[in-house]
């Protein structure tokens, strides 16, 4: 019923005052049917209509109280049990409701205005007289008062209800680093980072999107360090969007990023706010979606899913090493299966002897060819591990034991594959783990089967040409406008301190350069630490 | 013409890469013998006094492709001949290429596969390439340069740690005299590589800095000239004289001979890497030239509606243009360089650049009066 | 438009998919070629024997398909007008393709070599499987036949206990020599350096040494020993040097990295022994009115490794009396070994490659002649310079104060 009103609605829209974005505020009453009328005067009408609207739902509330002097005005306050907190509701808004002494000449009318301005305890206070307002702040959580013979209805601020608390992320672990994660909540979540970047310029613009659901979806950025042209175009791309829904930010991220038909993930997602905080002072923007703890920031470049968090707060030399070694696990876990099959099906020359005969051996009672081996390896591999995933945990674990038994164990004494294969399989499996992003690391395991197809096909010449062309896809990216593989491609030398290599903190001299083209200084000069001058610490130094 | 702009980066990289390309792999002057270094440097000398006229002209048309301002020098007529001969000439060298690739490839690791195969894989790529347009390749160009040396810097330590480089073997210098040296820069490393920059005249025009164009270009032919020249000494230096004319892919010959601890061997795959990169760049710069050629002679709105039939033909062509390896080896050393190779990247561009000063000058007295 | 592009590739990809996989090669279909051997039959047919991998024997590979209880290797024979038709032919007695990438040694049989080896080395040049890296070896008294069938104890593939032992003999005791195909090429090739190549004797008898009892004794009935060095003129095997003048042979190729020297002292000889650590020898040829000579300098460094009879090694002078005793030997082995190169008229040390670097334009005249007229008349002037750097962990041995 809801869907098809609301894609009926749709086609009544006018077309042109979607151009003028203006998020947050006349976006949202669009889809509502019943909005255009005001509010009768009557409250039992109003009811009514509440109730008719809403197909009598259970969970919103209407109690009826009489407020006055004598209690001769009726009225009603509305809430949905669940969306509100209802201590909030009882202690601010019905007490004194029902305990205030009113003055007895009061008509309807000054009775509804002196509960606004005196009586109702709450932070945010609102008049409205449309329909579709009325819904949109009950849906949202807000307290409902009507009043008999008051066109008129307060809407009084009382979000509350049960939201998951601040936890330690599941997703991107860190050893050292804060332990708080987003959550389902958009105003948390806005306010973790508020509390990080403790600055005015912190902007944040909220608008609705999804038709039906009517998600709040808020963009945050620093403005003077943020490129005012990729802040307009996240705006325009996300005011383009018309969908029913958004129950999560994946959805967002579809419907925006620059091109669907990569593997490659254009956006970044992640659910450590001390992430989205160092991607805003980078000049990126942040997109917050109400009911998901992902929040994506974009432009996300290639080289930005082998920073994990823990670089910049571990030493530069160990973020160095650490970073090549995520940029070698990504290319074992592309291409070691590969180069398994290319070696052992085409290049046995390029493979040293003893290892070549020792391989061999391994293969004598081995009844496929070495592709179909790797390719049913690599397939139960992913079986084991989507098995795995979506299982509770303790069966999730008897899954992981059972198939390291038949793919470990049973497989290689029964002669089905060699034990070489098994290697292959769980280095290539640990190496995917091992990249620090999801995003990426799922791509790469698509590539790697077009590229074993390849390996099968032409051996090495095929894995090059593949990789030849999977790096032209990926120069031939961009997204939001900025090329994809920069600085590496653009070579942007003054950037390349935070790409393979981590320099020194003292070195972040600059923000990426395509991404902010304004602000580009980070920090001070001669923030390198040096040797207490002798001069000086003699001054200090009375001794 | 696509918006797109190179940097100067971007130029050097291409032009290095370009002038690299299949020059690295196949037996390039080994007529001079253990002087092949000095035939290079001589030819390289001689290739940038060569590009100083290509950029002359582009100094006078900063904005156009060669194929337009031959148009603007020569008249319509005689300008539109002379820019289908030279697209031909791109397509035909594009195949020659991608033939020497192919035959590279077949004869060193994939003796059963046919030829065709292997060339179309390579050209689908350089047409995937191409669609994508001269930016794409030059930041790929960036992405695998550094590859490239990493190859060679590794190769080439690989080589001086098994102890096989003995400079013996470059004596002795100079064993006839200049005359075999000269003869071998005027009939061969002339024109392959350094006179093929010719083709880059087409991409002048996307470069988004015209004053450092001059400074890229020679900077970008001494850099991969002196490349060139180490890894041909090298050759001579490990595997002497004899062994190299004899030859079909001296780099090959080097690098199977690298064995450090018996692991450290067969190393086979950093030449076809190699090969991969030189000859995907170098395909790719003179179909692009083609392309874009074509485009612009044709009015063309969109070249990328070239890159089909232009790649079929290539395709087609590499097959078709000598029946074995001798054959085509001998059309690049005796017919190409005489018929192509002087006419095109010599002859034309003083003629056409004589014209144009003299109109040049003509025109500027005139306006003194 | 695009669609119909788009079904082009497409086409063209399911092209190369369904008829790929041209150039594949399964490891189960493939017989490693280990070793090859070379021998003539009477009639002038070439005989290749094939050393072949039998990979689930070899030790370490322990999986199903053979426990190691097997023979490692296995031979197989064929004969042809040319190596190449030899090896198709061979496919009558292969389950599966004979597979030379990974041929590490070449074995020609003496009476092969004496012949002439002539052009036969070009397949091993020309064709992509082979590795001119491959070393070679004269089978000395016997046919390459009969070394490669022989089993060997440590090294279970006898391919690897050959090339290992030339290797290693050559890096410590310096009398055998490690060249390869490509070297032997390069020198058949060379107008001013003939080959040279080590050889390798069977001792005990062939047809106990190819059983696996072979490798069941402490003691092989049939053992492979590395001796001499064989002298090639041009393609042909002309004669043997053995002992001390083989190891001149190599101290003028440059080609010592460690050997022993033993010295006479007081009458008794070969008493101390010298270890050389590090060696370099410089060929520099002159030449006085167009008449060449060669002149030889060899720097070794060393330490002493053994001292039976009572010497003061502390004492400097006896030390300085020690060095000119190694530089007179070491001397004396080169020139030995010189004396009968040039009485062979085989210049294997490549003294005609050092003519011709240094001084093309004459060499141009000598050319014809060298190996004639020349090489043997060539006055060639050995200097050693000897160091006795350490001398181990004692000074003085323990018979010297009695």
């Not at chain 2, 100083?52 to 060669?66: I, S």
């Not at chain 3, 493939?30 to 051997?37: E, K, P, S, T």
Request: hydrophobic letters at 45%; aromatic letters at 10%.
């Amino acid at each position: 019923m809801l869907f098809q009103w609301a894609l009926r609605k749709k086609h009544r829209q006018k077309p042109e005052k979607r151009e003028t974005v203006v998020p947050g505020r006349d976006q949202s009453g669009k889809a509502q049917d019943i909005s255009q009328e005001p509010l009768h005067p009557q409250l039992e009408a109003n009811i009514d209509m509440i109730r008719r609207t809403t197909g009598n739902s259970t969970d919103i509330v209407i109690r009826r109280v009489m407020v006055g002097q004598e209690g001769q005005h009726r009225a009603a306050v509305i809430f949905v049990d669940g969306l509100v907190d209802e201590m909030h509701v009882s202690r601010f808004l019905l007490e004194p409701l029902l305990e205030a002494s009113f003055p007895p000449s009061f008509s309807a009318k000054e009775t509804f205005f002196y509960i606004e301005k005196n009586l109702a305890a709450v932070g945010s206070m609102k008049q409205v007289s449309q329909w579709f307002e009325i819904f949109l702040e009950l849906m949202s959580g807000s307290t409902i008062i009507l009043l008999e013979d008051v066109p008129l209805a307060l809407s009084a601020s009382t979000k509350g209800g049960d939201y998951r608390s601040v936890e330690e992320p599941q997703s991107q672990l860190a050893i050292r680093g804060p332990r708080d994660g987003f959550t389902e909540s958009l105003r948390t979540n806005t306010a973790l980072i508020r509390r990080r970047i403790k600055n005015p310029n912190l902007w944040l613009e909220t608008m609705r999107i999804g038709e039906v659901t009517q998600t709040d979806v808020a963009i945050m950025y620093i403005k003077g360090i943020v490129n005012d042209k990729i802040v307009k175009e996240v705006k325009t791309r996300l005011g383009r969007i018309k969908i029913d829904s958004v129950l999560e930010s994946g959805y967002v991220e579809q419907l925006i990023e620059d091109q669907t038909f990569t593997t490659f993930p254009t956006i970044y997602h992640t659910e450590r706010p001390d992430i989205v905080a160092a991607n805003l002072l980078e000049g990126r923007v942040a997109i917050f979606i109400e009911g998901t703890p992902f929040v994506l920031v974009a432009p996300a470049l290639f080289i930005q899913f082998f920073q994990a968090v823990e670089d910049y707060y571990a030493r530069f030399d160990i973020a160095t090493a650490l970073r090549f070694l995520r940029v070698l696990v990504f290319f074992i876990s592309l291409v070691a299966p590969a180069i398994y099959i290319a070696g052992t099906t085409f290049h046995q020359e390029m493979i040293p002897t003893l290892l070549v005969i020792s391989i061999a051996a391994q293969r004598e009672a081995v009844p496929f060819p070495a592709f179909v081996e790797a390719l049913v390896m690599e397939v139960t591999f992913e079986i084991l591990r989507e098995a795995g995933v979506r299982l509770p945990r303790p069966i999730g674990q008897a899954v992981s034991i059972v198939g390291a038994l038949v793919i470990g164990q049973a497989a290689v004494e029964a002669g089905f594959v060699s034990s070489a294969m098994v290697i292959v399989v769980s280095i290539t499996a640990i190496a995917s783990f091992a990249t620090p992003s999801f995003a990426i690391a799922i791509s790469a395991r698509l590539i790697r089967f077009a590229l074993m197809f390849l390996a099968a096909m032409f051996g090495f010449y095929g894995i090059i040409m593949g990789i030849l062309a999977m790096a032209i896809h990926l120069c031939s990216l961009r997204t939001f406008g900025v090329p994809y593989m920069s600085p590496l491609a653009p070579f942007i030398p003054s950037n390349i301190g935070d790409t393979l290599f981590r320099v020194p903190t003292w070195a972040f001299k600059e923000r990426p350069r395509l991404i902010n083209q304004k602000n580009i200084s980070r920090q001070g000069e001669n923030l390198r630490p040096q040797p207490p001058d002798p001069a000086r610490q003699d001054e200090g130094d009375p001794s | 013409m696509e918006p797109y702009k190179l940097d100067q980066r971007q130029l050097f990289v291409l032009i290095f890469l370009f002038e690299l390309g299949s020059a690295i792999v196949i037996p390039l002057g080994v007529g001079a013998k253990q002087d092949v270094w000095l035939a290079i440097l001589l030819s390289l000398m001689l290739g940038i006094l060569l590009s100083l006229v290509y950029l002359r002209l582009y100094g006078y048309y900063p904005d156009k492709p060669l194929t337009a301002y031959a148009q603007d020098i020569a008249g319509p007529w005689i300008g539109k001949m002379v820019a289908i001969l030279y697209i031909s000439y791109f397509l035909y060298i594009a195949s020659r290429v991608l033939r020497d690739f192919g035959e590279l490839l077949l004869t060193f690791a994939y003796p059963e596969t046919p030829l065709f195969i292997l060339n179309a894989i390579m050209i689908l790529t350089v047409m995937y390439g191409v669609n994508k347009g001269i930016e794409v390749l030059a930041r790929t160009g960036e992405l695998f340069i550094s590859l490239l040396y990493f190859v060679m810097l590794l190769g080439f330590v690989l080589l001086i740690g098994s102890g096989l480089v003995d400079f013996r073997q470059l004596q002795p210098i100079l064993e006839d005299g200049w005359k075999r040296v000269v003869k071998v820069v005027l009939t061969e490393t002339l024109y392959i590589p350094f006179g093929e920059m010719i083709v880059f005249t087409m991409l002048f025009p996307y470069m988004n800095n015209p004053a450092k164009v001059k400074r890229v270009v020679i900077s970008g032919m001494v850099f991969s000239g002196l490349n060139l020249a180490i890894t041909m000494t090298l050759n001579f230096a490990v595997l002497g004289a004899d062994a190299v004319a004899r030859s079909s892919f001296p780099l090959l010959d080097t690098i199977r001979r690298i064995q450090i601890a018996h692991f450290l061997e067969r190393l086979d795959v950093l030449f076809m890497i190699a090969l991969i990169i030189g000859g995907f760049f170098k395909v790719s710069v003179f179909f692009y030239a083609s392309v874009v050629g074509t485009a612009q002679l044709f009015s063309v709105e969109r070249h990328q509606r070239l890159i089909y039939p232009l790649g079929l033909i290539v395709l087609i062509l590499s097959i078709a243009i000598a029946s074995s390896y001798p054959e085509h080896i001998a059309e690049g050393t005796k017919i190409v360089p005489l018929y192509m190779h002087i006419p095109l990247q010599i002859i034309v561009p003083l003629c056409l650049l004589l014209i144009c000063e003299i109109r040049h000058r003509y025109v500027n007295h005139q306006l003194g009066r | 438009m695009k669609g119909k592009i788009c079904i082009v590739v497409l086409l063209l990809l399911c092209l190369t998919m369904l008829s790929g996989c041209w150039s594949k090669k399964e490891l189960t279909d493939l017989a490693f070629v280990i070793a090859v051997g070379i021998d003539k039959t009477k009639e002038g047919q070439y005989v290749t024997t094939y050393q072949v991998v039998n990979p689930g024997n070899v030790a370490g590979a322990k999986q199903i398909g053979g426990g190691a209880s097997g023979v490692p290797i296995s031979i197989f024979i064929s004969t042809g007008d040319n190596l190449f038709e030899a090896s198709r032919k061979a496919s009558k007695k292969m389950s599966r393709l004979l597979y030379f990438a990974h041929t590490n040694l070449v074995v020609i049989g003496e009476g092969m070599a004496r012949e002439g080896i002539g052009g036969l080395l070009d397949v091993l040049e020309r064709s992509n499987q082979f590795r001119t890296t491959a070393k070679v070896i004269i089978a000395h008294h016997h046919s390459a036949e009969e070394v490669l069938k022989v089993l060997t104890p440590i090294d279970k593939i006898s391919a690897n206990q050959i090339i290992k032992t030339l290797e290693f003999s050559e890096r410590t005791w310096g009398q055998t020599i490690n060249t390869d195909v490509w070297k032997m090429i390069h020198d058949i090739a060379s107008s001013g350096k003939h080959p040279v190549a080590s050889g390798v004797d069977l001792i005990g008898s062939v047809e106990k040494g190819q059983r696996l009892t072979n490798v069941q004794v402490s003691e092989p009935d049939a053992r492979l020993n590395l001796d001499d060095l064989a002298l090639f003129k041009d393609d042909k095997l002309v004669s043997w040097v053995s002992g001390e003048a083989a190891r001149g042979v190599l101290w003028v190729l440059d080609k010592i990295k460690q050997t022993g020297v033993t010295i006479e002292w007081n009458g008794k000889k070969e008493a101390v022994g010298y270890k050389v650590i590090r060696t370099k020898t410089e060929v520099v040829p002159h030449l006085k009115h167009g008449k060449p000579s060669i002149s030889i300098d060899i720097r070794a460094e060393g330490d002493i490794a053994e001292a039976p009879v009572p010497i003061d090694l502390a004492d400097v002078k006896q030390v300085f009396a020690l060095e000119k005793m190694i530089q007179h030997n070491i001397k004396k082995e080169v020139l030995e070994a010189v004396k009968k190169a040039q009485q062979e008229k085989i210049d294997v040390f490549g003294f005609g490659d050092a003519v011709y670097r240094s001084y093309p334009e004459e060499w141009k005249k000598m050319e014809n002649k060298w190996h004639e007229h020349f090489f043997p008349q060539l006055p060639v002037t050995v200097t050693v310079d000897a160091f006795i750097r350490r001398t181990g962990l004692r000074n003085k041995p323990y018979q010297f104060g009695r």
